[in-house]
């Protein structure tokens, strides 16, 4: 089942990051740390109503990992079992080499001005293409209960953790 499928990019992140290996690895793990998304003018009418929202989903496309056509392994070790060594399905995790290297970010709006965005939550490398924003709204993203979020679980996960931060000390035996 191929299908190409062609995305816009709609604006750019801009973010004090450069490197991969020292970027939080999470939004939510990020807060205080601040962003601006530019959006290009073309696309600046749709920002409407957006001020209204506290928070949106930020989709981004990590273009420093490859694209279509590129084939990470199906199965990886995530950043936070790389102590461990323990690998999992690419779709039981939420790192970036995936098969179409989509971004998902929830950000807190911090700011929106003319076709800019200042957001709080940065996790994401400065130059990345945004292909969409979608505003959090509680009454669907929000789940009933305590879901079981898997393998999460069981990991211990600090606020501005990096991939340079989670590398093994010395190759498993």
Known sequence: MELAVSLQVIGVVRTAHEDLSTTPIQAGHNRAEHGTIEIAERYAEGLEGLADFDYAWLMTWLHKLGGPGSHPPLRQVPFLLGSQQRSMGVFAARGPRHVN???L???RLVDVAGPSIRFAGVDVLDGTPVIDLKPYVTRFDLPLGEPRCG??????ISDGITPAQLRP?????
């Open 101 to 103: 290297p989509i971004g």
């Open 105 to 107: 970010s929830l950000i």
């Open 151 to 156: 393998w999460y679980d069981q990991v211990p």
């Open 169 to 173: 000390l010395s190759p498993p035996s």
